[in-house]
Each structure stands twice: as C-alpha cells, then as structure tokens.
C-alpha cells in the first residue's frame, strides 16, 4: 500500500457523516482520498467510516469476530436511485490469494510470510463473504475498491 498514513479526517460537510463527525479515523492515504470525495460529492448523501459492524466467523480460530467495514455510503446511483453501498479499501495483492511459487523458501521450508499471506487472505476472504451476505439480505451492495478504482498507480 502507499506510505502508511493516520489521523483524524475533518469532513467539509459534517451533517453527510453517520456518527461523530469530530471523531472520523482513517488508516491510509488511500482512506483518506475516498473520505475527501464522499464528504464533496453531491450524489453522495451520507457516508461513515468503521460504523458498521458485521459478524463473521474466522477460519483460524473458528470464532465469531466482528469486522469494521471500511464505509457505508447511502447514495443516489448513475441512474437516479438511491442505494447503499458498503465499501472495502485494499491494496489489489490483497484481493487476490497469495503466489504458491513464493510458498518455499530456498531451504525447501514454508516462508512466514507466505503463512501469513495465507491467514490474513482467508480471514478476508470469510469477512467479505459475511459482508456479501449481510448486504445482500438488505439489497445493498458490497465493494472492493482497490488502487485502480481509487485512481493511484
């Protein structure tokens, strides 16, 4: 990801956020250039960042967790309709499962990074499952946005 970013967003448009608009975190610059445009964005009619909060189970440790999804955006959409949109931020590496031929390491042993690409892609993979579902059920949609949907190269 970009050069590690992390501080306290101050929203032009306070009355658009969902929960305390003094208190709005974000955890990368990629973050931080989507809260600059869902703040501007007059399609854009509420939006909030860690507000929702869905189950999901681990596939490390078998135990029910709970995943802060990056935003809830409530729109109006291309064709006039509103919807609700929730949306993770994640490098593309992430949204792929890890490179097998990176697995060994010259000695013929499992890489710990290879392990833990592993882990953190099957713990993502059972929250955007949840995620998929918890939208599903309530008609909105799920997102990933990654570097290109965020315009960075």
């Known amino acids: 990801m970009s050069k590690f970013y992390q501080g306290k967003f101050k929203p032009r448009n306070p009355q658009k956020y969902m929960g305390d608009p003094t208190n709005i975190i974000y955890r990368s610059g990629w973050e931080l250039r989507l809260m600059s445009y869902l703040d ?4 854009v009619l509420k939006w909030g960042s860690e507000e929702l909060v869905v ?3 681990s596939p490390i440790d078998g135990k ?8 809830i955006v409530k729109q109006i959409n291309n064709k006039g309709e509103r919807e609700t949109v929730v949306i993770e931020v994640k490098p593309k590496a992430q949204t792929v499962p890890p490179d097998m031929s990176k697995a060994k390491t010259k000695t013929g042993r499992m890489s710990p ?7 953190t892609w099957g713990v993502n993979q059972a929250k955007w499952k949840a995620a998929s579902a918890y939208c599903d059920d309530r008609g909105w949609k799920f ?3 990654t570097e290109d949907q965020l315009g960075i190269k």
Do not use: A, G, L, S
Request: no cysteine; charged share 35%; aromatic share 20%.
């Open 40 to 43: 501007k964005h007059d399609k």
């Open 55 to 57: 189950p999901y189970r």
């Open 64 to 71: 029910v967790h709970r995943y802060f999804t990056d935003f």
């Open 113 to 119: 990074r290879y392990i833990n690409e592993v882990k």
């Open 143 to 145: 997102q990933i946005m």
